[in-house]
């Protein structure tokens, strides 16, 4: 069963969500995450897809107060990411209570580091964050395109101990019209061994379903749980 995983991307402690990874386009959900991951817990999801907006634009890890708050008072498996950008940073992660750790930009831009961390923790703990637009590599919040492949990208660092990808189309992000198949499709065909973090575009319960037959690892669902176009009685009863 494919895992369905419940994004809280924070800004200044809240739940909010962006457009496109517009920071302009915010939109605030809740302004207490610790209620929202319960939720999320009481409908037996098991993983949770925290994010710090703040550490994004910082570049230094903002909001680990509430990592570790959710951490401590949940049983969820939280993957962090959002302004990971050094050593110190990951091991502020890690003690905070991160399950495992997600690096995008800094993947692109400091690939010895990054692979430093597939070496120190291992490919377990580290999920390599490959967002895409038109099978480019998209970073730093998406505000920075690159001319470097999704595939060369994930085949690269499969090779250096890489196990897990988050993978969003950054063209569908936030705007509930379905996510990338293709672009998994792809990424399944080429590297079966890779366990593959759907993100992106999902609006309807069909769209997991339809990722869930493609044997995808997981799926990162936000905007249309906090919009109810997909419920936790939904997901609750699937995992039933």
């Known amino acids: 069963m494919i895992q369905i995983i419940p994004a809280i991307d924070l800004i200044d402690g809240k739940c909010v969500r962006l457009t496109q990874g517009d920071y302009a386009q915010k939109k605030i959900y809740n302004e207490n995450p610790l209620e929202v991951a319960k939720s999320f817990e009481d409908a037996g999801i098991q993983r949770l897809h925290l994010v710090d907006l703040d550490g994004a634009k910082q570049k230094r ?8 708050l959710l951490a401590t008072k949940t049983n969820l498996h939280i993957d962090f990411g959002g302004g990971v950008q050094s050593d110190e940073m990951i ?27 597939l070496q120190s923790y291992g490919g377990e703990k580290i999920i390599l964050g490959a967002d895409a637009r038109d099978e ?4 730093s919040g998406w505000e920075e395109a690159t001319t470097t492949s999704v595939y060369d990208f994930v085949g690269n660092y499969i090779e250096k101990g890489a196990k897990y990808a988050i993978s969003t189309d950054v ?5 509930l019209e379905g996510p990338s198949f293709q672009l ?6 080429q590297f079966p061994s890779l366990q593959i973090i759907a993100s992106g575009g ?6 997991i379903l339809k ?20 419920t936790l009685k939904q997901i609750a009863d699937l995992h039933k």
């Open 61 to 68: 890890i903002v909001n680990h107060k509430v990592l570790e």
């Open 91 to 117: 091991e502020i992660a890690f003690n905070s209570g991160a399950k495992q750790v997600t690096g995008g930009s800094v993947a692109v831009k400091n690939p010895e580091l990054f692979e430093g961390w």
């Open 136 to 139: 480019k590599i998209a970073i």
């Open 171 to 175: 063209a569908k992000d936030g705007l």
């Open 184 to 189: 998994y499709k792809n990424l399944q065909d």
């Open 202 to 207: 999902v609006s309807v319960m069909d769209d």
């Open 211 to 230: 990722l869930d037959e493609m044997n995808i690892f997981g799926v990162i669902v936000g905007k249309a749980i906090y919009e109810g176009r997909i």
